[in-house]
């Protein structure tokens, strides 16, 4: 009898683990302390994962919000902003963290500048009104500069709310994602998100 050959395989399996994160930004953005597991999960997630960040909000502290952000940003897993009907101030900034949203017909975003109360001395008042004009003049133009136009930049400095719905958000993180890109890729995938328009200091 014949001794049969083996030959090597030619078929070599990896398998790699991924994980899908859901978190809630639902209510009124507090403390800091309210999102310990939020800024946990950004910390732990890796590359190749992906966390779905649900935001229904009418916005709150810009120190917490900020904290989100800057998670948000040094995160490695690839997040997708699930936005529903109310995304006002500081979760609109939050929203345009996110590498790709997913709209609903009902979705809304509100932008507009911070606000804030200021207290004692008519010096410190209005030392304090100083600086944090300067103070919002940046965050709106480093949050909403490429997001919004430019007249609507200078509405919302000059206090004005400017309210999106979903067609209107589609339009402009569509644009926004083109003009940072521009490849084949980003323009397919701004494709895809059109698709659904046819069928502490405050913000």
Known sequence: MNDIEMKPSQVIVRSIQHTEYNLYLHGEIGSPDDFMEHFAVFKTAGEGDLIRLYINSPGGSLSTGQQLITHMRECQAYIVAVL????????????????????????????????????????????????????????????????????????????????????????????????????????????????????????
């Open 84 to 203: 529903g009907v109310e995304v006002a101030s500081m979760a609109s900034a939050i929203a345009l963290e996110a590498d790709e949203v997913e709209i609903d017909e009902l979705s809304t975003m509100l932008v507009h500048s911070l606000s804030y109360r200021v207290g004692g001395t008519e010096n410190s008042v209005y030392t304090q009104a100083l600086f944090n004009n300067k103070l919002n003049e940046r965050w709106v133009k480093s949050t909403y500069g490429d997001f919004l136009t430019e007249t609507e930049l200078g509405d919302i400095l000059k206090g004005v709310d400017i309210i999106l719905d979903a067609e209107q958000i589609a339009e402009r993180w569509n644009a926004r994602q083109q003009s940072r890109c521009g490849c084949e890729h980003c323009l397919d995938e701004s494709e895809e998100i059109s698709e659904y328009q046819e069928g502490d200091t405050k913000c």
